[in-house]
């Protein structure tokens, strides 16, 4: 059985992973609404992602025999300045999640759950994937954000992303 500190834990995470999911197809509706496809499809693909993360959470809690308590999710912001602003406030995002992530494995440490330890180190290489994987996409903006062109050619490469 999981210790119930843990246990609210991980049901907080379950909900910020899902908030995350809500957050990038916000993104996704915006750049859509922009006419760009390829961004909106990059986005997509990150809320599936985050959608699996939390499911990932969610079935761990059950393994450890826990109750998954599901909570509220607030509406995201709805619209960015520019694709810049938009990777920006995805890239800061998952700082915040690689933080809340990091806190949990300190919590497992400090009542000595190492199954939860052991789970969550998934999810510590994962941060540092989403972390890198936003960055790139930001300074691939950065060299072309003043071309349309360049922009153009981005949001192409960006649709290409697969689940």
């Avoid at 909900?15 to 760009?36: C, G, I, T």
């Avoid at 999810?123 to 950065?142: C, G, M, S, W």
Wanted: charged letters at 30%; a negative charge.
């Amino acid at each position: 059985m999981i210790d119930n500190k843990m246990l609210d834990a991980l049901n907080r995470q379950v909900n910020e992973e899902m908030k995350s999911a809500y957050l990038y197809l916000a993104m996704a509706a915006d750049f859509q609404d922009q006419n760009r496809p390829g961004f909106a499809s990059w986005m997509k693909v990150q809320a599936s992602e985050e959608m699996k993360h939390a499911m990932k959470i969610y079935g761990f809690i059950e393994e450890r025999g826990g109750k998954v308590v599901l909570q509220a999710i607030d509406a995201p912001q709805d619209n960015w300045a520019s694709p810049l602003k938009a990777f920006e406030a995805a890239y800061a995002h998952e700082q915040f999640i690689t933080d809340c992530i990091h806190k949990l494995v300190k919590l497992a440490r400090e009542i000595g759950d190492l199954p939860t330890e052991v789970f969550l180190h998934w999810f510590v290489d994962e941060q540092v994937e989403e972390e890198a994987t936003a960055d790139e996409v930001i300074q691939k903006i950065k060299q072309v954000q003043d071309s349309g062109n360049g922009l153009y050619m981005l949001d192409r490469e960006l649709g290409k992303r697969e689940d």
